[in-house]
């Protein structure tokens, strides 16, 4: 069985940073993309940013330029920035990743927990 583990989630004022790790742990052959996604209350859980095995990234129209995912293959975990915050950013933040356990399955998703980020105005 594979876990995601968020931290680095928090309180912090609009115009503020803080940047979240997911390390996955367990039985691991390969991870495809990584990402990030959040969901406020009330509200869809919507994709923030992505990134995949190579590094290429995509980001969420609303994030780019303040936001900054990247990956350590190494340690299978993966960042996410967030400079320039906002009180719109307030969310729970959940990672996400393609898991191959071993050669010749196929990938599945997995979820971490969430970390609950607030920005204060």
């Known amino acids: 069985q594979v876990r995601l583990v968020e931290s680095g989630g928090g309180l912090v004022q609009a115009g503020g940073s803080l940047r979240l790790s997911c390390k996955a742990s367990g039985t691991i052959f390969r991870i495809n993309d990584m990402a990030w996604y959040r969901q406020a209350p009330d509200k869809q859980r919507e994709l923030v940013a992505v990134i995949s095995s190579g590094g290429s990234t995509n980001y969420a129209d609303s994030v780019k330029g303040r936001f900054t995912i990247s990956r350590d293959n190494a340690k299978n975990t993966v960042y996410l920035q967030m400079n320039s915050l906002k009180p719109e950013d307030t969310s729970v933040y959940y990672c996400?990743?393609?898991?191959?356990?071993?050669?010749?399955?196929?990938?599945?998703?997995?979820w971490g927990q969430g970390t609950q980020v607030t920005v204060s105005s």
């Open positions: 996400n990743a393609d898991i191959i356990r071993s050669r010749g399955i196929n990938p599945y998703t997995s």
